[in-house]
């Protein structure tokens, strides 16, 4: 999926077009579904450069944070909202308790495999997020768009795009052995962030 997704061949469409279409997805994780999404991100990058104004970037991620979601829509390919929307967490690695729903990795082979049920997993201390597979979402996609399209955001917007759904970390504090030095300065601005 990841490979797939990673050719960005899929539409070609501007950010303010995806703003739009934002509108036309429904994110069946999302506790406001009432609220337009668009709605949702004009909010935020408002509410962001009224605490912020000297950080332009910081309001340019917020309002493009959750573009990835396109990727439910059928000229996207249609994804499923498990592959799309929710918490996202390391793959290859032991899966925190912290991650919602915790319970039903026992039903994951990997929950059972040796190799990745440790605490480093396949990974080691300190190896930087960048090194460490996360599960597929609207996240990375977003992330993926942004990086090969040669985004000039800083790092800490691409960080803020690619991590806002990883709960266990920015919320629980979790996986911070996974991180080097440049994601522990970064996540101080997702911890703004959200
Ligand atoms: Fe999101």
Not at 94 to 106: P, R
Request: negative net charge; glycine residues 6%; proline residues 5%.
């Amino acid at each position: 999926m990841r490979a797939d997704y990673g050719k960005l061949n899929k539409k070609v469409r501007s950010i303010w077009e995806c703003c739009e279409l934002l509108n036309d997805v429904v994110d069946e994780s999302d506790p406001d579904l009432d609220e337009p999404q668009i709605q949702h991100l004009l909010q935020s990058a408002e509410a962001i450069r009224k605490d912020y104004p000297d950080e332009d970037w910081l309001r340019l991620t917020a309002l493009i944070h959750d573009l990835g979601k396109v990727i439910t829509l059928p000229q996207f390919g249609g994804l499923p909202q498990w592959a799309t929307v929710g918490d996202t967490f390391p793959v290859g690695c032991a899966f925190d308790e912290s991650n919602v729903h915790h319970k039903y990795f026992l039903e994951n082979t990997d929950f059972h495999n040796p190799a990745y049920n440790t605490k480093t997993g396949i990974y080691t201390e300190g190896c930087g997020l960048n090194n460490v597979m996360m599960s597929w979402g609207h996240d990375d996609y977003m992330y993926m768009v942004a990086k090969e399209n040669g985004s000039t955001l800083p790092s800490a917007g691409l960080f803020i795009i690619r991590y806002h759904s990883f709960y266990p970390l920015h919320t629980a504090g979790e996986y911070v052995h996974l991180m080097n030095d440049a994601d522990k300065e970064n996540l101080k601005w997702l911890h703004i962030f959200k």
